[in-house]
T-cell receptor, first 115, second 112 residues
């Protein structure tokens, strides 16, 4: 079974440029998460989707960050314009929230460097 | 709100030494508790979990017991290997639809 797939793995951009990250969750997982991981820190939630609906985006900086999950499957996270402080790893995770603990499965992450 | 506190690293041990990484949590109700591991250059992987008080999660020689009375979920391994070198994250989750809340992570380095 394929895991969570993210792309690109690495991205280097100049500040004020836009950037987008893509995530394909595990098949059948209705919940999708985007986390931000700064160097030496634990991941912090940016946004959580239940199917197509963003049910928790309270930590998403909406002035420059946006996300979408079309058809309740793939998701895209966009930053426009990027700032130096956005340099971090952006993690996507998915889970099935039907029953059980809803364990999260993570992708390898997209490492962003803003120059 | 809910939170997780884990011991700060880095932790450096010799091969075959005993490992303990402390984790305590603050949460309402009865969250599920997890340990995730991040090996160099790889994504986060679930190491073990426990869903109710007194449950013991175990995997790859690692163990952790859900202690409701002390709100703790300490990670232990009796004999570490060089291949255990990684960053370990303690986390909690409220129910099947909650968010996963992480501690800051503890970096473990095991020397031969």
């Amino acid at each position: 079974e394929a895991g969570v797939v993210q792309s690109p793995r690495y991205k280097i951009i100049e500040k004020k440029q836009p950037v987008a990250f893509w995530c394909n969750p595990i098949s059948g997982h209705n919940t999708l998460y985007w986390y931000l991981q700064n160097l030496g820190q634990g991941p912090e939630l940016l946004i959580r989707y239940e199917n197509e609906e963003a049910v928790d985006d309270s930590q998403l900086p909406k002035d420059r960050f946006s996300a979408e999950r079309l058809k309740g499957v793939d998701s895209t996270l966009k930053i426009q314009p990027a700032e130096l402080g956005d340099s971090a790893v952006y993690l996507c995770a998915s889970s099935y929230s039907g029953r059980g603990t809803g364990e999260l499965f993570f992708g390898e992450g997209s490492r962003l460097t803003v120059l | 709100g809910d939170s997780v506190t884990q011991m700060e690293g880095p932790v450096t041990l010799s091969e075959e030494a005993f490992l303990t990484i402390n984790c305590t949590y603050t949460a309402t109700g009865y969250p599920s508790l997890f340990w995730y591991v991040q090996y160099p250059g790889e994504g986060l992987q679930l190491l073990l979990k426990a869903t109710k008080a007194d449950d013991k999660g175990s995997n790859k020689g690692f163990e952790a017991t859900y202690r409701k009375e002390t709100t703790s979920f300490h990670l232990e391994k009796g004999s570490v290997q060089v291949s255990d070198s990684a960053v370990y994250f303690c986390a909690l989750k409220q129910g099947s639809q909650g968010n996963l809340i992480f501690g800051k992570g503890t970096k473990l380095s095991v020397k031969p």
